[in-house]
């Protein structure tokens, strides 16, 4: 039990087959209360008939809005009294070509990974001082550090990039008041984000480039997030972990 009387807020984490889900249930699993935020209503709903309700709160919010943020933060509060840990996992992709980026996708895509991080840690990080310390891990992408190629388009590359650059400004800054920031970049992860348009001719090719010759799994993740959220991970901040089978070594 690494996680016993922690109180875990993930963002995204409702989608039935996403990374966040997987990591909520690890959390509560090693003795976590869990708060599962995500914008998708009906997903919602499934999940907090899923949970044994005396140890998670599901809060449906967007992460663009501000207000929505503090609402989740506040609601945590109100029913846990404290929030220890934070993954910042809500994101969208977009598989356009760079010339095809339109101003409406680019804020959209820039919006729901770069400023709901944003937005989030900022509703959470005064919480975080207060009681003297927490960790932050944030979901970007391999896609930041090779410059996609993979399925996101290149505005999706600058988003998971930019969370990348915030969380180590973030790290720096946070680290005096006990509050770790670590990032991880999933590789190719099965899941729904593709939204069936990562087609069985487009994936072998990819698992050519991948030394461990398979998708990741949301579990893979989740238990990289397991790592950087306990107090394995007491002395590491601004890091980031790779979890993509080798598909980038660097
Ligand atoms: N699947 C992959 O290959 C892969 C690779 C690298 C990074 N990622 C990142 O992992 C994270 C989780 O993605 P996933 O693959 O599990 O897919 P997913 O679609 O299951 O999860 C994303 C979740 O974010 C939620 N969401 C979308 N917009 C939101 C908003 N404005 N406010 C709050 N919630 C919102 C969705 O409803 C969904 O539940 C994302 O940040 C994604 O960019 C995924």
Known sequence: MLLDNK???????????????????LFHEHGASVVISDIDEAACEAVRQAFDPERCLVVVANVTRREE????VERALERFGKIDVLINNAGITQPV?????????YDRILDVNLRGMLYMSQAVVPHMKAAGGGAIA?????????GGGIFGGPHYSAAKAGMLGLGKAMARELGAFGIRVN???????DTDITAGKLTEEMKAPILEGIPLKRLGL?????NAFLFLASDLSSYITGATIDVNGGMHIH
């Open 218 to 222: 949301p579990d893979d993740v989740a």
């Open 183 to 189: 990032s991880v970049t999933p590789g190719l992860i």
């Open 97 to 105: 070509k760079f010339e095809e980026i339109d101003p409406e996708g």
């Open 138 to 146: 944030n979901t970007s992408s391999v896609s930041a550090q090779r």
């Open 7 to 25: 109180v875990c807020l993930i963002t995204g984490a409702a989608g039935a087959r996403g990374i966040g889900l997987k990591t909520a249930r």
């Open 69 to 72: 943020c503090r609402d989740v």
